[in-house]
């Protein structure tokens, strides 16, 4: 049940792997690139600037896959802007609801989460600069709404033996995502974006003590690690 | 080229190993119980009996829990009572006399969050007690009015000889 989004996103991402790697040929020039790169510092006439994207917007089309399957609702946007050769600055916009209904819980969270970072590009294709492999962080905060309806309380022993509930209450929570994926060109200015990352819950403000259990952009079952796939449909405006 | 297919692997396999941590069971520490301790008429050792324990949370115990069945010891663990609840009653038999005594223990509650697996559990305040003296000849509550760790007396009973 749990792991049905991540099969899905495994497969989705192959598929784009396959993708990026059936330009092989054209991503392999890269160490060429350096070469021509180190030649173009002596050859002030030579661009190896053909086709390439400063800024960028797009969409994810993950989660709306994912809210077929799950509780989970909402949409994520995306701005990328080249600052300074492999350097892109990235913000991150969205927002989320979902539901967390297991070991006796019963919440419900909404809000927005805003994610700011950058990605730095591994390799590049020469023909297209803005293809290629990026690694890259995002520092991610979320401030959302969290209604406890029914919270479990042990009295005797290791049984449940009463349930309790919070109203409504604003809380936030923030943390830090390493970020790997690629970028590759779909059709005229259409690239496809997907990235793979990692959050590390930093922490919280919490609603009564309680850790928070699910967070709008984090995910489910918080632990020390979570994954969280991006799988971007984004437009090159310039 | 090869090396980036593995950083990609890499990823792919800590994805699945990730994914099935989970802690559902619950090792926390749970709701403590009031901890009592029998002494005798003078309060200068421990006293055992054999001792029979209902408690209710009504004074009529209509239909009470048995706690203690003829269980000989000098000290009690007593389950106070849910979030809603603010008073227990306890009814102690000492041996198989049929007067029997009561010992009624008010208190606040509080929930506190311990973990996912485990939930809340509740810690009391402001406990005081009061009971009836048949054998019970005084009751001395412990300095701390506040039940949050079971393993300090929060009460010591002096029964009559």
Not at chain 1, 58 to 86: E, H
Request: glycine residues 6%.
């Amino acid at each position: 049940m749990k792991r049905l989004p991540i099969y899905i996103s495994v497969l989705v991402i192959n598929l784009f792997t396959l993708r990026v790697s059936a330009q092989e040929d054209s991503v392999s020039i890269e160490s060429q690139t350096l070469v021509r790169e180190n030649e173009s510092v002596t050859d002030s006439i030579f661009s190896p600037k053909k086709r390439t994207g400063n800024l960028f917007i797009g969409v994810d089309l993950f989660n709306p896959v994912v809210s077929a399957f799950t509780d989970k609702r909402g949409g994520q946007a995306m701005i990328s802007y080249k600052v300074y050769k492999k350097w892109n600055a990235v913000a991150e916009l969205g927002y989320e609801k979902n539901h967390y209904d297991e070991l006796n819980w019963n919440i419900d969270v909404n809000g927005m989460y805003f994610k700011l970072g950058f990605n730095w590009f591994i390799s590049q294709d020469y023909e297209d600069a803005s293809n290629g492999f990026y690694t890259g962080a995002r520092f991610a905060y979320a401030m959302y709404e969290q209604t406890v309806n029914q919270y479990p309380i042990r009295i005797s022993g290791n049984q449940v033996d009463e349930y309790g509930s919070f109203p409504a209450e604003n809380v936030s929570a923030y943390w830090i995502e390493i970020v790997g994926g690629a970028r590759v060109r779909l059709i005229s200015n259409f690239y496809a974006d997907v990235s793979i990352r990692p959050e590390i819950y930093v922490g919280s403000k919490k609603q009564e003590g309680l850790d928070p259990l699910v967070i709008p952009g984090y995910g489910k079952d918080i632990g020390p690690i979570n994954f969280s796939v991006f799988w971007g449909l984004t437009y090159k405006l310039f | 080229m090869k090396k980036r297919f593995w950083v990609l692997g890499l990823i792919f396999c800590s994805l699945w190993t990730v994914s099935c941590e989970e802690d559902d069971v619950c090792v926390g520490e749970g709701t403590p119980f009031l901890t009592v301790v029998m002494r005798n008429n003078v309060g200068t050792a421990n006293l055992a009996d054999t001792l029979t324990i209902e408690a209710s949370p009504t004074v009529d115990f209509a239909n009470p829990d048995t706690i203690y069945l003829k269980v000989f010891t000098d000290s009690l663990k007593l389950p106070l009572g849910g979030l809603d609840e603010s008073q227990t009653f306890f009814r102690l038999r000492r041996r198989s006399n049929a007067d029997r005594d009561i010992l009624t223990v008010n208190y606040q509650t509080k929930s506190e969050y311990v973990s996912k697996a485990c939930g809340f559990r509740i810690t009391y305040e402001d406990l005081n007690y009061s009971s009836s003296f048949n054998h019970i000849e005084a009751i001395e509550p412990a300095e701390s009015n506040v039940l949050e760790n079971e393993t300090i007396t929060n009460l010591y009973i002096r029964l009559s000889n």
